[in-house]
């Protein structure tokens, strides 16, 4: 109760704030995409992990308006990056299941983004494997209409749910992300890497790209690159970055 009147406060006075991290394509190593990141240190106090504080939000209900907080604010940061190096890279926003879910998601989207000036295919949406596989037939049709209105969707968290493969040939995604707990001990693990393997090899059966989660050696880098892994993220590059501090970061790269 302490930490959702934390958060209400935190959603008036702007109190929470995004960063990005890139996600880098492995054969070119140049920058092709951003994930959006939600941080909040309530009032001075030690920073809070989303995966802390949206659970929270999501059984309190204040996760319609802090979802509607981060599209809006990303938009805004789209838009003033325009015509700059960020500009051009598509950003990720995680979508909670709570979020997904709500009825009038789909429109209200719709309304935010005609709102924002920004063109649809400036974003991906990042859905978990618990939230499509919540209702999966259902999912899958308001993917259906995100994809139609130019908006591409990734599977976050890919291998930690239940989907099954059924479903995953059913959803129209353009993106699966490995999980960061199958790349962790994968130069050690053979389980890890036959596992990212055949991950690597369903996606690209079923037309998607895979971005591998947590990244943080070249050894690791070298094993998703032999084994047909398109992207990826993590400390190795980058951890998420203030906008402010994104330009120079791109430019250092290019
Ligand atoms: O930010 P961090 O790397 O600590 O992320 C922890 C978890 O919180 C991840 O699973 C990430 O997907 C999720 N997360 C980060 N930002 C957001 C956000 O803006 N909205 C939602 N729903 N989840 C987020
Ligand atoms: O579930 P989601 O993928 O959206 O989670 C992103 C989370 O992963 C964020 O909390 C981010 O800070 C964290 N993260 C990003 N890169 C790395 C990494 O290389 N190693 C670890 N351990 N965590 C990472
Ligand atoms: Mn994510
Ligand atoms: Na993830």
């Not at 951003?34 to 920073?47: K, M, N, V």
Request: hydrophobic share 45%; with cysteine.
């Amino acid at each position: 109760a302490r930490i959702e009147a934390a958060m209400r406060r935190a959603l008036e006075t702007d109190g929470f704030h995004m960063v990005y991290q890139p996600q880098i394509d492995l054969a070119s190593g140049s920058v092709i995409g951003l994930e959006a990141l939600l941080r909040w240190s309530p009032d001075g106090e030690e920073a809070l992990s989303p995966s802390q504080f949206i659970p929270i939000a999501e059984q309190s209900g204040l996760i319609a308006e802090l979802g509607n907080w981060v599209v809006d604010h990303v938009l805004r940061q789209v838009r003033d990056w325009s015509g700059q190096l960020a500009g051009d890279i598509p950003v990720s926003v995680n979508v909670a299941a709570e979020q997904f879910w709500r009825d009038g998601f789909l429109d209200g989207l719709a309304e935010r983004i005609r709102r924002s000036g920004v063109a649809p295919e400036a974003l991906v949406l990042e859905l978990t494997e618990r939230t499509a596989m919540k209702l999966p037939a259902q999912a899958a049709q308001i993917m259906q209409a995100l994809n139609g209105q130019g908006i591409e969707l990734s599977l976050d968290d890919f291998g930690t749910g239940y989907s099954s493969l059924a479903y995953l040939k059913r959803f129209p995604l353009q993106f699966l992300k490995i999980d960061r707990s199958f790349v962790a001990d994968l130069v050690a693990s053979p389980d890890d890497q036959a596992i990212c393997r055949a991950v690597i090899q369903v996606a690209h059966t079923l037309g998607m790209q895979v971005v591998a989660e947590g990244v943080e050696t070249r050894e690791q880098e070298a094993f998703l690159l032999a084994a047909g892994c398109d992207a990826a993220q993590g400390f190795l590059y980058s951890p998420g970055i203030r906008p402010e501090a994104l330009s120079e970061w791109l430019a250092r790269r290019a």
